[in-house]
Structures are given as structure tokens and as C-alpha cells.
């Protein structure tokens, strides 16, 4: 039995130094391991913080050329300011034959005239205003030539700013001895006093509220007031509208007022303007207050233009802390307000402030015409960029009692590119950190009491969609068949049909008008070219089509079931449309009976005035609707009001019939 338990024994003593040398290795390995682990974190860790650093410091080097550009635009308006007192004084004390040059001195008495150093144009002196933050970096200065010790005049190297949108500066018009005039009547005539503007950048949509108190500075009344744009931002202007105010707080009265594009002649560097017509002319002396709103579509640049899934969207958003007027300034401050409280910079012009999700640049008093001063704001914003590229609407007018709508969809997300690869389980698992800037809903705001609404797209039908409808408003919630990321784009179908009566009315001339709402039911979506089509009923004549905004119309032709001559289809077309479009419009047209039921009862050949009751008045007749297709063809000149008499009596035997398969 020794043998035996030594032998066992030293099998156990193996068996326990193998797994202790197992499990020694394996401890070794799980350390290498966990270091190799470490390191990656380290290294992962120490790229971040590089990469933080290189970023921060592209922003501070940013910062530092935007400084750099403004001061050197500072130090040009400067010297061009000393140029000009130079010039005042030089001409004030006359010429000194002291500095007159060899080539200058004629005779015993010369009448030597020193050339002035003009800062206008076409040779006449102006005034540069103090409240002049930018001017053309070619401007014209002064120095002393040693050679002759005479005045003389040189342009200084042109330097441009880095950015583009630097680059519109204020200038004098050419061929304008001062600033541009703004009317027929003097820009100088009228005075802006108050000039309070808010900037909303909640959404991709940008919202303009400005509020003007404007008194008539000049010797004649003014009927229009003036609104001027920079050419960059006149590309993007959806909507301008303004108001006449009158009274204080709770008892202020809005008056719309016209507003139209004009042209003014000589404006300097392009500026583009719209005129708002005043209800009454604008004596001297008297102030009136405006409150225009004007709405810009495509202005928030993503910067970086591509992000990755779980990145926020950060966009720059350009504009001018110093409001363009074409009108002197007395007083005028300027609000900003952002998203969230995350805004990465903006351009300091004093003096400037900003407290939470608001920025204020002002107040700025004294400004002179046309005064301008760039600023730029980087901030967050992860609202959704939903753009239609185009929509085609189509409302069809049925003889049936209802009226059918059917809406064609190419969308858009507008915003930062989507970099990478999309994980559907990050974003499912983080819906809060992934996939911030993108939206997987749509809600379409439709008219009450719709019915037959489907949801659909090239697949097929798509079945994620709820619908909340009753008698005041309709809300319609869709759901694409995958989110939607910056660049990618989406195609589908919305169709739904509204009662007849609810919009479709006849006025006391006999004349129908539909009236419908344009633009998009999509919330805060834009589109960039919006195509509709009302298709009138077979008959219609005459259609006209009255919109509170300007749309190019047309008319065409379409044919469907048992048309003979077809349907008259009203088209209306608008570019960069936004939700503020989103108002009613009429289609004003005369109706006649289908040419089809003229046929119809064209081709019976049934004895004139055969009645199968017997009756000798339509209205006594028991079978009114055999006895309408038997009489209709002995009424050669077809006059509408029998005819309409007719329709009548079909309407009233077809209730009959109803009333009858219900009691049976």
C-alpha cells in the first residue's frame, strides 16, 4: 500500500504544479493583456486631448485673424480720417511757398494752387461718419514727398479680409458726391429714432422682428419707407412683412402694410431694397413706428460641414451687429437669440454682452447711412434641417362631394453630413447622444374632418403613421422607414380627402371659388420649389386665382374617367417657401353641367315631352329620374336653369332610393 500512495501522491504533486504553472501563465497573460488594454486607453486618451488642443488652438487662431482683419479695417477708417483733417487743415491755411516746389514757382508772384486730397468720389470732398466701422481698404491717403516737398496722393496695397462675407464693405456709390440717396425724396428726409432688432436662430429657419420709430426729417411728406439688404442676405429672403402700430401695450392695433422689391438708383455695393407703403403720406415733422418681420431660409452654415453619429451639429450664422438702414441712426440695439446656451464664439463689438441663450449687441447711437459691422456667431443647434426639395400638391375637385389631395414629397436633411457608419443599436440604446441632429418624425398639420388618408412611397404602403383628427384641426404624425442623417433624403406620398362644403362656396354672381391653404403642411419645414395644381371640375370657365403673395400661374389641361374635353387645371408656382406661406387662397371659376351628361341624354331617342307618369309638371312627376333622361333631350337650347332643375330632382330621387334600402 506505500507504493501505491507515494505513486498517488506524486501524480496529485504534478497535477498541482501543472495547474499552479497554468495558472501562473495565465496570470501573466491576463497582465499583459490588461496593460496592453491600459495603453490603448492612454493612447486613445492622449490623441482626444491632442486633438482638443489642435482645436482649440484653430480657434484661437481664428479669433486672432478675425481681430487682426478688424483692426486693420480700424486702422484704414482712421487713416483715412487723418487724411481728411489733414486735407481740411492744409486748405483752411492756404499754401505755403515754403513747400512749393522748383517746377511750381513761376514768375515773381506765383498763383500756385496745392491739389486737395479728395476722400470722395469724382473729385468732391466728404465727410466720413464717425459711426463708420468698415470702409473700402483701398481708400486714398496723404504723405509728403521729400523729392519736391509737395502734396501728393497714393493708394495704399490692397488687402483684402480672409473671409468672404468681409468683403461686402461700406463704400460711397459711385458717381455720388455723398452718401447714396435712399427715395425720390432724399435719403436724409426721414429719421430713424428707435431702431430695435431681434435675431430668433431656434430653428434652421431664421426669424427677423424689427421695430423702426421713423420721423420726417425733411420739407415734403414721404409715402414709403425704405428697407435695405446686403446682396447675400437679399438671396435668401422668403417672406417680408410689416405693420403700422398704433397705441401702447395691451391697446396696440396692427395695420398690414404693402411691401414690394424696389430699385434705387446708385445704391452702394449692391444693396438691394424693399419698399413699405404707408397708409397715409408722412408730414414733416411727424413719427410713425413700423414692426417689420422678415424670414431668411438656407442662412446657418454647418461648420463642421460633416459629423459623426454621435456628434452635435454646430453652425455659424453671419450677420451685422449695426442694423443696414439707408436712413441716419439716432439710437438702435440688436438681439440674438440661440438654441441653447452652447455657443462656441462670436464676434465682440463693443459694446456687446451675452446672458444665457441671448446676445445683445448695442446700444449704438449716431450711425451714419449704410453703416455696417459683421459679426459671427458659432453656436449649437440640433434642430432638425428639413428641407422638401420639391412638392407637388395636386387638389382635385370632385363632382362626387368631395375634394381629393394628393402630395408628392422629396426630402431632405439639410444639415452637417452624416461621417461614418450608422449603428442602429447606438441609436436606438442612446437616443440622447446619438443621433441628436437627425429626426425620424414629421407631423403634418392637415384640415379638419379629413378622411382616406394614406401614407405611402415607392415600396409600397408605409404603416408607421398616427392620425388625431376632429372637427377644428387635424394632426397627421409620419414616420420614414429609417431616420434621416445630414445629406440623406427621402421620397414618399401623403393623400387624404376633405368634405366638399368646407371649401368650396358660391358667391351671389353665380361664381364658385375653392379656398385652400398654400404651402406645406409639413411644421417648420422649407421648401425650394413648391408646384400646386387645382384641377376644376369639367365645365369650369373662366378661372382666376387670387394669392396674398406674388406665384407664377399657368393654366393646363387633364384628362380622367369619362372626360370628353377635359379639365381645367389652375398651377401655381413659388420657390423657397416657408412655413410662413402657409395662408388661404382662392380659385374663383364659373361652373356648367359635364358636357358627359349632355351626351347622355343626347343619345336617348325618346318622344318629346313624354312623361312615364303622365305628368304634365316635372315636379308632380313620380318617376323623376326616367322622366328626366326622357324630357332633357326636347330641350334644344339646353338652358342651365333647366338643367340645374333637373340635377335637382336626381339629388332628391337619390335620397329617396336610400331611405327606401334602409327601410327594406
Sequence with gaps: MAPNLRSTSSIVGALADDIAAQLALMREQFAQVEERHTNHLRYEREARRQELKNEHQRRVEETDRHHRDFEELHNSVCGLQQARAQDALARSRGPDSSRISA????????????????????GISHSIPEGLRLCTLGGVSAF?????????????????????RLE??????????????????????????????????SSHIVRVFLTLKVENSGASPASEVLLAFPPTKFEHLSLVKAASVAGKRKKKAYTPLSVNPTKVDDAPNETKFYAISLLKPLNPGETTTLEVLYVLTHSLEPFPAEIKQSESQLVYY???????????????????????????????????????????YGEYVDRAPYSFSPVIVHFENNHPFSVVEELLREVEISHWGSVQITESYKLVHAGARHKGVFSRVEYQSKPSI???????????????????????????????????????????????????????????????????????????????????????????????????????????????????????????????????????????????????????????????????????????????????????????????????????????????????QYLGILLLEKQSLKLTLQNL
Excluded: M
Excluded at 461700406?170 to 440717396?181: C, D, E, H, T, Y
Excluded at 440695439?333 to 446672458?355: G, L
Design 168 to 201: 461686402w464693405i461700406v463704400k460711397p456709390a459711385p458717381g455720388a458726391g455723398s452718401w447714396a440717396r435712399a427715395d425720390s425724396n432724399g435719403g436724409f428726409d426721414l429719421l430713424v429714432e428707435l431702431l430695435c432688432c431681434y435675431i430668433d436662430l
Design 318 to 360: 453671419r450677420d451685422s451687429a449695426i442694423i443696414l438702414s439707408p436712413y441716419p441712426v439716432k439710437e438702435q440695439t440688436t438681439y440674438i437669440k440661440t438654441p441653447s446656451t452652447r455657443v462656441e464664439s462670436y464676434t465682440r463689438v463693443e459694446p456687446s454682452n451675452r446672458v444665457g441663450t441671448e446676445l445683445k
Design 434 to 644: 446619438s443621433g441628436v441632429s437627425s429626426f425620424k418624425h414629421l407631423l403634418a398639420r392637415l384640415p379638419p374632418r379629413v378622411h382616406s388618408v394614406y401614407y405611402r412611397d415607392g415600396i409600397g404602403n408605409i404603416s408607421t403613421s398616427h392620425l388625431r383628427s376632429d372637427s377644428k384641426k387635424s394632426e397627421f404624425e409620419i414616420e420614414p422607414r429609417y431616420p434621416l442623417f445630414g445629406g440623406w433624403r427621402a421620397t414618399f406620398v401623403i393623400g387624404y380627402g376633405v368634405p366638399l362644403q368646407d371649401f368650396l362656396f358660391e358667391s351671389f354672381d353665380g361664381r364658385r371659388y375653392l379656398n385652400f391653404s398654400f404651402g406645406c403642411p409639413l411644421v417648420d419645414t422649407v421648401v425650394d420649389k413648391l408646384t400646386l395644381k387645382v384641377v376644376l371640375p369639367e365645365g369650369a370657365q373662366d378661372p382666376s386665382a387670387v394669392v396674398p403673395f406674388p406665384v407664377e400661374q399657368h393654366l393646363e389641361t387633364s384628362y380622367s374617367y369619362l372626360d370628353v374635353v377635359g379639365r381645367t387645371v389652375v398651377v401655381l408656382e413659388k420657390e423657397n417657401v416657408s412655413p410662413d406661406h402657409n395662408l388661404p387662397f382662392q380659385v374663383i371659376f364659373l361652373q356648367f353641367p359635364p358636357l358627359t351628361l349632355y351626351l347622355v341624354f343626347g343619345l336617348l331617342q325618346i318622344q318629346p315631352n313624354f312623361h312615364a307618369c303622365r305628368a304634365v309638371d316635372v315636379g308632380n312627376c313620380i318617376f323623376p329620374i326616367f322622366c328626366c333622361l326622357c324630357c332633357l333631350p326636347t330641350h334644344r337650347s339646353l338652358d342651365p336653369q333647366i338643367i340645374n
Design 103 to 122: 517746377r511750381a514757382r513761376l514768375g515773381p508772384n506765383p498763383q500756385t494752387k496745392v491739389p486737395p486730397v479728395h476722400l470722395g468720389v469724382d
Design 144 to 164: 509728403e514727398d521729400s523729392s519736391d516737398s509737395t502734396l501728393r496722393t497714393t493708394r495704399p496695397p490692397n488687402r483684402r479680409p480672409t473671409r468672404e
